[in-house]
């Protein structure tokens, strides 16, 4: 028996050795790899840290970097206020305040708007805000609203398993499991350590985008991502007692398959979804509407040409 236990412990041993050297390999070889975007992640190393709005139990944070925009429009305290969920698109990634898609439309539309978009964000990050750890804080935050905004684009269905934009990010995602009409959110710490690891990292990537890519799950991961929308329009309308309008802008980014079904089943649901595409025939993915040193994310000059459009679906249903 001693001998048994004796080789299940060296082959234990022997095992962590090899998946660290694995680990290891995995590390430099991303590492290498040539991006056109620059690597700024690249200390060897297991930082796991969950999100700032995890750790904090849904407290939502303004004036620092990343850690949530101010409201604006303040000064128009006599109309409703509008909420705006979603990434770094909606949030304004490197953008001043005065040149974000909240602080234009609330100029245009004389009305407060609350941003509470998170760079990183996906669809369960506005859940969790307005269901889940985050309620109490947002409804502490926020007054009476009637108009709720989420700005999408397609990579928010990665999101909802992604564990990690790269294999060398040190910053997790927040993602939740569904199971019997319920979400849960995966917080194990040890089963976060494990992801943490660069291994799991490029396993999940794999397994994420060759799942998201896939026509057999198109269905069944619209049907997850149209639940957050249901719950969190549900919950504001419980809280404020009243009925919200509430819009999807599809910042279309790529051509996935996802954004039909999605709309559709959502439109289902009474959800007011616009397309980019129906707003403008200007292509936004053009060099010239992103960021100087960034590739993906809008410039001021794409905040101007959608938000008065946007402001216009708005009025038309006030």
């Known amino acids: ?63 620092e970097d990343y850690m949530g925009r101010k409201p604006d429009g303040l000064e128009y305290s006599n109309k409703k206020p509008i909420v705006v969920f979603g990434c770094s698109y909606a949030y304004g990634l490197e953008l001043a305040y005065n040149q974000t ?104 990537q794999i397994y994420t985008y060759k799942k998201i890519y896939n026509f057999k799950y198109i269905d069944k991961y619209t049907d997850i991502s149209v639940k957050f929308f249901e719950l969190t329009r549900n919950k504001l309308e419980e809280h404020y007692k009243k009925k919200i309008n509430f819009y999807v802008i599809i910042f ?20 007011k979804v616009i397309s980019s595409y129906d707003l403008t025939k200007e292509n936004l993915n053009l060099r010239k509407y992103k960021l100087k040193n960034d590739i993906y994310h809008p410039n001021e000059a794409a905040w101007d040409i959608l938000t008065p459009l946007i402001a216009e679906k708005i009025k038309e249903t006030d």
């Open 1 to 63: 028996m001693k001998k048994f236990f004796k080789i299940i412990i060296i082959n234990f041993i022997v095992f962590i050795i090899l998946f660290f050297i694995c680990d290891y390999i995995v590390y430099f070889i991303h590492l290498k790899l040539p991006t056109k975007e620059p690597k700024l992640f690249t200390k060897y190393g297991y930082f796991y840290e969950m999100p700032y709005y995890t750790k904090n139990l849904g407290a939502f944070f303004t004036g």
């Open 101 to 204: 898609f909240s602080y234009k439309l609330a100029h245009i539309l004389k009305r407060p708007v609350y941003n509470r978009a998170m760079p990183g964000g996906g669809f369960q990050h506005m859940y969790y805000q307005v269901v889940d750890y985050g309620n109490k804080d947002f409804f502490n935050d926020i007054p009476d609203v009637d108009t709720v905004i989420y700005i999408m684009i397609s990579h928010h269905f990665s999101r909802l398993i992604l564990n990690y934009f790269t294999v060398l990010s040190p910053w997790s995602l927040m993602t939740y499991s569904y199971k019997n009409g319920k979400f849960k959110i995966n917080n194990n710490k040890f089963i976060n350590i494990l992801k943490s690891t660069y291994i799991v990292k490029y396993l999940n």
């Open 252 to 271: 279309e980014t790529e051509n996935l398959p996802h954004n039909i079904l999605f709309t559709y089943k959502l439109r289902n649901k009474g959800f």
